[in-house]
C-alpha cells in the first residue's frame, strides 16, 4: 500500500506529468483532464487499466498512447476484476521474489456504462476483497457516450439523449431519476472499503487529493466524478470547466467523502453546508446544457424540488445509515 500525503495547495503539485498529448479526445472534453489529474496524483509507481469506452479508444490511436505508466485495455464490465486481478497479480509476484516488494499503485478507470450499469458487480465484488489495494475509478458522463450517447443508468432526469428524444407526443421521455452509485457502494461495502467518494474535475486539488487518499487507504476503495461532455451534453467545449463548478454549486453534484464509514463534505459542497455559501438553482445548471432545451418552468421546478429533497432529508440520495463525522456533526438536522 503506498502512503500519499495530501497536497496543501496547488503549489505542493509536482510538474511531472504521466498523461501527456497524444491523445484523441473531443474538444473540451473533461474526461482527459481526469486522466491526467490520476496519473500525476499517482505517480509513476502505478499500473493502469481502463474499460472500453471514451478513454479506451481516446488513448490507444495507431498503436500510440498518451500514458507513461504501465497501461492496459479491460473489456467494458471488467474494471473491478481486472483491477483486482492485477492487484493479486502483484502480490503474489512480490510473495515469491520474482519482483520487489514495494507499493506499486493499482488504478482502474470507467465510464457511466461501463462501470454504474454493466460493470457494477464486478466493483461491487472487488470491494469485498479487503486483502488487495486498487482504486477504482468511475468517470461519468451520464450517457453511453462512445457509442453515439445512448441512455445509461446516470443520465438526469429528462435529458435528452438518443435513445430519450424530446418529442411532441412525449416531451419527456427519460423519467428515472440518476442511479446513485456512490451511495449504494459506500452503504453496501460499510466495513469492507475504507474509502469512497465524489469528485469533479473542476476542483482539481479536491480531486488529486481524493485520488491520493483512496491509494493510501488500504484494501479496495472508490471514486465517483462527475464528468462534463460537450457532444453529449450539447453546450460550448470551452465551458466544461463551467458546467462541472456549477453541478457542484447548484447542489445537484455533491462533494463528499466516506473514510470509514464517516461522511465528512468537501470543498464548495462543505461551504454551502456551513453557510459559507449559498446553493444556487439548479435552472443554472440545466439551462446552458442543450440536452435540457426541451425544460418547461415545471420541468425544472421538479427537479429543483428533488435536489431540494435530497439536501434537507438525505444529503446522499437514498443513504441514511452513516455517522458524521466529528467536523461536521450539526450541519444536516
Not at 416531451?171 to 449504494?184: A, C, F
Not at 449559498?278 to 421538479?302: I, S
Request: with cysteine.
Amino acid at each position: 500500500m503506498a502512503v500519499l500525503e495530501q497536497w496543501r495547495g496547488v503549489k505542493a503539485i509536482p510538474d511531472m506529468e504521466y498523461f501527456i498529448s497524444g491523445h484523441r479526445t473531443c474538444q473540451g472534453c473533461e474526461s482527459v483532464l481526469i486522466m491526467r489529474y490520476i496519473a500525476k496524483a499517482a505517480g509513476p509507481r502505478t499500473i493502469v487499466t481502463g474499460t472500453t469506452g471514451c478513454m479506451y479508444v481516446a488513448n490507444t490511436s495507431y498503436y500510440s498512447t498518451p500514458w507513461t505508466v504501465p497501461w492496459m485495455h479491460s473489456q467494458l464490465g471488467a474494471a473491478g476484476s481486472s483491477a483486482m486481478g492485477t492487484a493479486a497479480g502483484l502480490k503474489a509476484l512480490m510473495r515469491k521474489g520474482k519482483i520487489k516488494d514495494e507499493p506499486i499503485n493499482v488504478i482502474a478507470f470507467c465510464g457511466d456504462g461501463g462501470g454504474a450499469d454493466m460493470g457494477l458487480s464486478a466493483i461491487s465484488a472487488a470491494l469485498t476483497h479487503e486483502d488487495y489495494n486498487l482504486l477504482v475509478i468511475l468517470y461519468d458522463n451520464e450517457s453511453y457516450a462512445n457509442t453515439d450517447i445512448q441512455l445509461s443508468g446516470s443520465t438526469p432526469w429528462g435529458a435528452v439523449t438518443t435513445f430519450s428524444p424530446a418529442g411532441t407526443k412525449h416531451r419527456i421521455m427519460h423519467r428515472r431519476w440518476k442511479k446513485n452509485t456512490p451511495g449504494l457502494l459506500a452503504a453496501g461495502h460499510a466495513g469492507q472499503s475504507k474509502f469512497i467518494g465524489t469528485a469533479c474535475a473542476s476542483h482539481g486539488l479536491d480531486f488529486m487529493n481524493k485520488v491520493r487518499k483512496g491509494l493510501s487507504a488500504g484494501g479496495p476503495t472508490f471514486l465517483h466524478t462527475l464528468d462534463p461532455c460537450p457532444k453529449g451534453w450539447h453546450y460550448d467545449p470551452e465551458m466544461s470547466h463551467e458546467i462541472g463548478n456549477l453541478a457542484v454549486e447548484c447542489g445537484i453534484w455533491p462533494l463528499y467523502e466516506v473514510v470509514e464509514g464517516k461522511l465528512s463534505f468537501t470543498g464548495p459542497t462543505r461551504n454551502i453546508l456551513t453557510g459559507r455559501a449559498k446553493r444556487k438553482p439548479v435552472r443554472e445548471y440545466l439551462a446552458k446544457q442543450g440536452r435540457f432545451a426541451h425544460f418547461t418552468d415545471e420541468d425544472y421546478a421538479y427537479f429543483q424540488s428533488k435536489v431540494d429533497e435530497m439536501w434537507e432529508h438525505w444529503m446522499i440520495p437514498g443513504v441514511v445509515a452513516f455517522e458524521m463525522a466529528e467536523a461536521d456533526k450539526g450541519l444536516i438536522h
